[in-house]
T-cell receptor
Framework: EPEVTQTPSHQVTQMGQEVILRCVPI?????FYWYRQILGQKVEFLVS????????KSEIFDDQFSVERPDGSNFTLKIRSTKLEDSAMYFC?????????????FGDGTRLSIL | AQSVTQLDSQVPVFEEAPVELRCNYS??????LFWYVQYPNQGLQLLLK??????LVKGINGFEAEFNKSQTSFHLRKPSVHISDTAEYFC????????????FGTGTRLQVTL
């Protein structure tokens, strides 16, 4: 079965540094999402993306965050100047179509540790 | 806006015993409902979903859930659990219509022991 893949599995970064998390969605999927899960807390929506534009973003997704689809296969999340509270597991997801009824396919996540 | 409440943070159960993981939601609009499972160091895997129709939905690994609109609940059940069912279980909702973000509950840790 096709999978969403995320790299790296673990990223350690100094506070204030920029970090880019990478995702390869399922190849024929058109809608992409980022979520994060702070240790011990719920999974939270960050942003959705379609047709090279942000469709929706949460309050968490401030000016420090950006997303990009630099080519036909990758989908990236950039955090410009990391803070300690950015430490979390970040999940990428994709769907074939839009709509709340579409099951989202998740990657295994990138654990981001800010020192 | 929607919210999801999973009342039990942990549920210990013996192997081959039945289990129910509770989920309640709140929303001002109609929603779709999902259960996801997260095994250690892995991503979220869809167990089952309720979109419309029959309120009893069956998923993978022998799990099922029942949608109760009047009680705004979507409890997950399995008649006989296995050690391999030990994982974190998340209930989630999304709005009907074009919006598609998922709103998750805080998760329930199912711990199955011999």
């Amino acid at each position: 079965e096709p999978e969403v893949t995320q790299t790296p599995s673990h990223q350690v970064t100094q506070m204030g540094q920029e970090v880019i998390l990478r995702c390869v969605p399922i190849s024929n999927h058109l809608y992409f999402y980022w979520y994060r899960q702070i240790l011990g807390q719920k999974v939270e929506f960050l942003v959705s993306f379609y047709n090279n534009e942000i469709s929706e973003k949460s309050e968490i997704f401030d000016d420090q965050f950006s997303v990009e689809r630099p080519d036909g296969s990758n989908f990236t999340l950039k955090i410009r100047s990391t803070k300690l509270e950015d430490s979390a597991m970040y999940f990428c997801a994709s769907t074939l179509r839009t709509g709340g009824n579409q099951p989202q396919h998740f990657g295994d996540g990138t654990r981001l540790s800010i020192l | 806006a929607q919210s999801v409440t999973q009342l039990d943070s942990q549920v210990p159960v013996f192997e081959e015993a039945p289990v129910e993981l509770r989920c309640n939601y709140s929303s001002s609009v109609s929603v779709y409902l999902f259960w996801y499972v997260q095994y250690p160091n892995q991503g979220l895997q869809l167990l089952l979903k309720y979109l419309s129709g029959s309120t009893l939905v069956k998923g993978i690994n022998g799990f099922e859930a029942e949608f109760n609109k009047s009680q705004t609940s979507f409890h997950l059940r399995k008649p006989s659990v296995h050690i391999s069912d030990t994982a974190e279980y998340f209930c989630a909702v999304s709005e009907t219509g074009t919006a598609s973000k998922l709103t998750f509950g805080t998760g329930t840790r199912l711990q199955v022991t011999l």
